[in-house]
């Protein structure tokens, strides 16, 4: 393939194997070692070449032999990814925890071997995949600076350039000479970030390093990748905040498996990993629960007209039904408490009829309960719903579900997670304040 400036990363085919029995990964790996040692393996020449006679590439590239195949108890992490990514281009990897997301940022890094496949990098490369990896505890964190810069490729006089940068970033002039074993975690996520950052990485590896820090840090970090970006830096970003993945992100791979399920663009990607979630969510909790004196036959959404629904477009009106059938006498002012949550967890609705000082009166026999919503403002979510029943004192849970699902198309108006009504004008041009403004 000819050579590209431009392009900073191309892998091909590339996979990994892992084995879950220990003591056969033990004896598997003696036998790979013997196997790279002997150098007639494979086709029996010291330089194997491609068909087309060019010099097979050795780092980062597994030539077809025994390590192609699965052994007794081994499994692919990683199978037959492919991708590129250019100068100043972030690629977002997102899928479920084990999908094979930080395996294929290790091998991009050096700490992992393919099994089989072909890697290309060029240029510098930062990271930043495990909390803590790279850190020794016992070393101070100026130490470890000098530490991380060396691996980089820094010379002394070069990190001693960037030392107060740094320092400064990470927010650790205080503690910077004390072992990093008595840092927080928000701690040496901002040490290492500062570290691979500010090192003018040709490509930055990033493994759900947004999820720790606050407010500030974060914004820090945006500020710092929005810069390293335009000197050139290509990014690939793992993040299970699909915000961040769609504010930061030209193109996504979405794995699942260890496969390549999806790889193009942002929003189609993502779109495919919600609806994928929506319906194989990590939300598996039984049915129902509690005492049972009640019990929710049925439960969905349906919008204004009264249909049921599985999908609305944010900001429009939706309905949730409830059909109970009450296996006690009755069921004295219940409190029916709802929440809605994305997917990641966080609840975006925590409400009951209590709480709007709305009674629901007596449950006898079978029923409908009926919780209006005029408008959910929601974007591009995959919202899982939970309904728990408690007793007028909120001392007895007697029915819990857990598995509603609704999803939340996007409206271009806005990329977050929520869709409110705003206004845009400049008052300096045209001098008048609207009446909402006042």
């Not at 972030?90 to 290790?106: D, E, F, P, S, V």
């Not at 490369?125 to 101070?140: D, H, Q, R, S």
């Amino acid at each position: 393939m000819p050579y590209n400036p431009d392009i900073l990363v191309r892998t091909e085919g590339v996979s990994k194997k892992f084995c879950r029995s220990l003591k056969k990964s033990l004896w598997y790996g003696v036998q790979d070692i013997v196997s790279d040692l002997n150098p007639f393996r494979g086709n029996g020449t010291l330089n194997p070449r491609l068909p087309s006679g060019e010099a097979a590439p050795l780092p980062g590239d597994s030539r077809p032999s025994a390590a192609s195949r699965l052994r007794t108890e081994e499994f692919w992490a990683v199978d037959d990814v492919s991708f590129e990514l250019r100068r100043g281009e972030c690629l977002g990897l997102i899928g479920h925890n084990g999908a094979g997301k930080t395996t294929l940022l290790k091998m991009l890094n050096g700490l992992l071997k393919p099994d089989r496949g072909r890697m290309e990098m060029r240029g510098r490369v930062g990271a930043l995949i495990a909390l803590g990896a790279g850190f020794n505890p016992i070393l101070t964190g100026r130490e470890n600076i000098y530490v991380n810069g060396s691996v980089l490729g820094l010379k002394k006089r070069e990190i001693q350039s960037k030392l107060d940068e740094i320092i400064d970033f990470a927010d650790l002039r205080e503690f910077i000479d004390a072992p990093v074993q008595g840092y927080s975690s928000g701690m040496v996520v901002r040490l290492g970030f500062a570290i691979a950052s500010a090192c003018q990485p040709d490509v930055l590896l990033l493994d759900e390093v947004l999820a720790v820090g606050d407010m500030a840090f974060q914004a820090k970090c945006y500020n710092r990748l929005g810069e390293v970006r335009r000197n050139g830096t290509g990014f690939i970003l793992v993040a299970h905040n699909m915000h961040q993945i769609t504010r930061f992100c030209d193109r996504v791979i979405y794995m699942r498996k260890g496969k390549s399920e999806f790889y193009g663009g942002t929003e189609t990607g993502v779109d495919l990993f919600l609806k994928e979630m929506a319906l194989h969510g990590e939300f598996k909790e039984p049915e129902m629960a509690g005492s049972l004196a009640v019990v929710f036959r049925e439960a969905h959404f349906t919008n204004s007209a009264g249909e049921p629904v599985s999908e609305i477009v944010s900001g429009a009106p939706v309905n949730l039904i409830i059909e109970y059938q009450c296996k006690a006498d009755r069921v004295t002012e219940p409190v029916l408490e709802i929440i809605l949550r994305d997917p990641s967890g966080d609840a975006l609705f925590h409400g009951s009829n209590s709480m709007s000082k709305a009674a629901l009166g007596e449950l006898r026999d079978r029923g409908k309960l009926l919780v209006s919503f005029p408008t959910l403002p929601a974007n591009n979510q995959q919202l899982v719903g939970s309904i728990m029943l408690w007793d007028s004192e909120m001392r007895e849970l007697i029915c819990w579900r857990r598995d509603l699902k609704l999803s939340v198309t996007g409206n271009p108006k806005s990329t977050g997670r929520i869709l409110l009504d705003c206004h845009w004008q400049n008052l300096a041009l045209t001098g008048v304040v609207p009446a909402f403004a006042r």
